[in-house]
């Protein structure tokens, strides 16, 4: 979430996963959060760069990573910074799925389309409300 404002916002998040692995047979063993941040730069963005690291190092103790939709990664204005972390994590073989999105991230063509217009969407999204709260 990326105010404080937001107060269900994480906690709305943390019970759609659990519904969706409980469906599916998953355990949550981790939960990275970053409370109160913006999505538009990783700056104080622990949650995001601790999970990075667990990936990186080799040691991280799971094999998929939840993610509620694809927006959650950020809403960087390269929306390549936001693939670069999901390929991280495939790289590392760890499968990233999105719990909230109507489609399986299976590698399909129509599922890296589907991702890529949604990262293009959510920075799109930072750029207009930065807009319209400068302009205010």
């Given amino acids: ?4 404002r937001q107060e269900y916002s994480t906690d ?29 730069t990783l700056d104080g963005r622990d949650g995001l760069k601790t999970l990075i690291a667990d990936v990186r190092s080799g040691h ?11 927006s959650r990664w950020g809403r960087f204005q390269d929306a390549d910074e936001s693939a670069y972390y999901e390929f991280v994590c495939k790289e ?3 499968q990233v799925l ?5 489609f399986e991230n299976d590698g399909s063509l129509a599922s890296t389309i589907l991702k890529n217009i949604k990262r293009a969407m ?15």
């Fill in 98 to 102: 999105y719990c909230a999105e109507q």
């Fill in 92 to 94: 590392a073989g760890i």
């Fill in 12 to 40: 709305n998040q943390r019970d759609m996963l659990a519904s969706y692995a409980a469906r599916r047979g998953l355990t949550i063993v981790r939960t990275y959060t970053d409370e109160g941040r913006s999505g538009v």
């Fill in 60 to 70: 991280a103790d799971f094999e998929f990573i939840l993610v509620d939709d694809v």
């Fill in 122 to 136: 959510a920075g799109e999204y930072s750029r207009e409300l930065s807009a319209k709260t400068f302009a205010g």
């Fill in 1 to 4: 979430m990326s105010t404080d």
